[in-house]
C-alpha cells in the first residue's frame, strides 16, 4: 500500500503501518506517483489519498488516476465527502471506467478501479 500526504504526519503513519510492513508513505502530491515510483505502473495497487482538498488539487489527483491506476486497483481517497473532493471524484466517470464507490463514516471513500 502506498499513502500519498502532502503534509507531514509520521507519527499518524508510524502508528498504521505497526502491524504492518507493506505501507510506503509517500509525504507528496499523488501526481507525484508516475516519477517515484514508475514499477508499479504495470502491479497491482492500493492507494490511500491524502491530497490537496482544492479542488484543483482533486483535478490533478484524477488526471494521475487516468494515467496510473489499472483495473483491480484500491484507490481510498480521505474525505471523499466534502465537496471539491467529491467533485473531482465525480470527473473520473467520463473517462471509461467502471467504479464502485463505498463510503465508511463519511471519513474516507474508496474506489475499486476496473
Known amino acids: 500500500m502506498y499513502t500519498f500526504d ?3 504526519r509520521p507519527k499518524m503513519w508510524d502508528t498504521f503501518s505497526l ?3 507493506n505501507i510506503t508513505y509517500v ?3 499523488f501526481s507525484s506517483v508516475s516519477e517515484r515510483y514508475p514499477e508499479l505502473k504495470d502491479k497491482k495497487k492500493v492507494f490511500f489519498i491524502d491530497g490537496d482538498h482544492s479542488s484543483s488539487g482533486v483535478t490533478e489527483d484524477c488526471a494521475t ?3 496510473f491506476a489499472k483495473e483491480g486497483d484500491l484507490v481510498i481517497f ?3 465527502n466534502e465537496a471539491p473532493v467529491m467533485r473531482g471524484w465525480l470527473r473520473i466517470r467520463p473517462f471509461g471506467r ?3 464507490r463505498h463510503e465508511t463514516r ?3 471513500g474508496s474506489l475499486i478501479w476496473k
Do not use: M
Open 6 to 8: 502532502p503534509v507531514s
Open 19 to 21: 502491524p504492518f510492513d
Open 27 to 29: 509525504k507528496d502530491k
Open 65 to 67: 488516476l487516468r494515467e
Open 78 to 80: 480521505h474525505d471523499l
Open 98 to 100: 467502471d467504479i464502485e
Open 106 to 108: 463519511r471519513i474516507v
